[in-house]
């Protein structure tokens, strides 16, 4: 992976904290997973990223890079995990380009 920059152009889409609670209530018996992709930079920004993510308590079970710094995630929800936490500290480490959550019966 190559450092890049965020262009302008990239902005930074919300984590849906309240959607996610909701669906939580809704479906405790569902496995939950999210499907992020961001962009970061370079290996330093990965590493972070990395951090950020088991830092809130998030299971990474799929990662992919590619070049210009774009990362896509699979996370494994856990209802213990820190959202408000990630919504501080992921803008310090990667811009969150699409969030999607999957519920899964």
């Given amino acids: 992976m190559r450092d890049s920059c965020v ?3 990239e902005s ?3 984590i849906p904290i309240s959607d996610i ?3 939580r209530a809704d479906f405790p018996a569902a496995r939950i997973t ?3 992709e961001l962009v970061c930079q370079g290996l330093g920004g990965l590493a972070a990223l990395c951090e950020v993510l088991d830092r809130a308590g998030l299971g990474l079970r799929a990662l992919r890079v590619s070049e210009g ?3 896509s995630c699979l996370l494994q929800d856990d209802p213990a995990a820190d ?3 990630l919504a501080v500290r ?3 480490v990667a811009v969150l380009v699409s969030w999607q ?3 899964a019966f």
């Fill in 7 to 9: 262009t302008a152009d």
């Fill in 12 to 14: 930074s889409a919300p």
């Fill in 21 to 23: 609670a909701r669906s």
């Fill in 34 to 36: 999210f499907h992020l």
């Fill in 69 to 71: 710094g774009r990362v």
């Fill in 83 to 85: 959202l408000t936490g």
């Fill in 90 to 92: 992921l803008p310090q």
């Fill in 101 to 103: 959550t999957q519920i």
